[in-house]
């Protein structure tokens, strides 16, 4: 069943893991067998994938899309404003190697 699967980071609000958690132990009673928090995600993460043309889930999407931007650029403004830009006073642009002589460091 799982010949190719993969690990994912996957972080929630409270609210929707406790809701997933219901839902585990509805399945659970109904089914009399143990479902996980992890079968109740990956079952609607498979059945929401079924429907990529439902507008509810396109408007999820962009509502979510559009936090994701906020915080980051609330993140980048954290930083001074200067985002992208070089960051000066980072220190020498040469240190030693392992054999002790000088080397050019590379700028990020």
């Keep these: 069943m799982f010949a190719d699967k993969t690990k994912v980071l996957l972080i929630l609000s409270q609210a929707d893991l406790d809701r997933a958690r219901v839902v585990a132990g509805k399945a659970t009673t109904a089914l009399k067998l143990p479902v996980s928090l992890q079968i109740v995600l ?5 059945e929401g994938l079924k429907h990529v ?3 509810a ?3 999820n999407i962009e509502g979510q ?7 980051r650029s609330v993140a980048r403004q954290g930083w001074g404003g200067r985002a992208g830009q070089d960051r000066g006073n980072r220190g020498p ?3 030693p190697g392992p054999d002790g002589r000088e080397r050019q460091r590379r700028r990020t």
């Excluded at 899309?65 to 915080?71: D, G, L, N, P, W």
């Design 42 to 46: 990956r079952a609607l993460i498979e």
């Design 53 to 55: 043309d439902n507008p």
């Design 57 to 59: 889930l396109l408007d």
């Design 65 to 71: 899309a559009h936090a994701v931007r906020q915080i």
């Design 93 to 95: 642009a040469t240190r």
